[in-house]
Nanobody
Framework: QVQLVESGGGLVRTGGSLMLSCVAS????????MGWFRQAPGKEREFVAA????????DYADVGKGRFTISRDNAKNTVYLQMNSLKPEDTAVYYC??????????????????WGQGTQVTVSS
């Protein structure tokens, strides 16, 4: 049973930083892509960043370029999202997602078939 558990969310002031973690278990993720998405109240879930677990290649949405960094720790089966220079518009629930084995990094929700429960990030002005 695939399980993705996010942590690291919280309340931070504008300009602050947070690091989100996603611990993956239940199968091998070496051949998967891992993504971070976010959903603000009343809005669609949107792509933030993704990484190919094996190759380490990454992709970012414009909202995160230059501010967010996605990375992974193979030994800990964990994917991270380092978020710097946070803005109030970054306030959302952040979700970790995994593609099926062999999946490539993608920016669409349909590219991923496993999801975590989400972690709340709130940025105050």
């Amino acid at each position: 049973q695939v399980q993705l558990v996010e942590s690291g969310g919280g309340l931070v002031r504008t300009g602050g930083s947070l690091m989100l973690s996603c611990v993956a278990s239940g199968r091998t993720f070496s051949y998967s892509a891992m993504g971070w998405f976010r959903q603000a109240p009343g809005k669609e879930r949107e792509f933030v960043a993704a990484i190919n677990w094996r190759a380490g290649t990454t992709d970012y949405a414009d909202v995160g370029k230059g501010r967010f960094t996605i990375s992974r720790d193979n030994a800990k089966n964990t994917v991270y999202l380092q978020m710097n220079s946070l803005k109030p518009e970054d306030t959302a629930v952040y979700y970790c997602a995994a593609s099926p084995p062999g999946g490539k990094i993608g920016s669409s929700k349909v590219d991923y078939n496993s999801w975590g429960q989400g972690t709340q990030v709130t940025v105050s002005s």
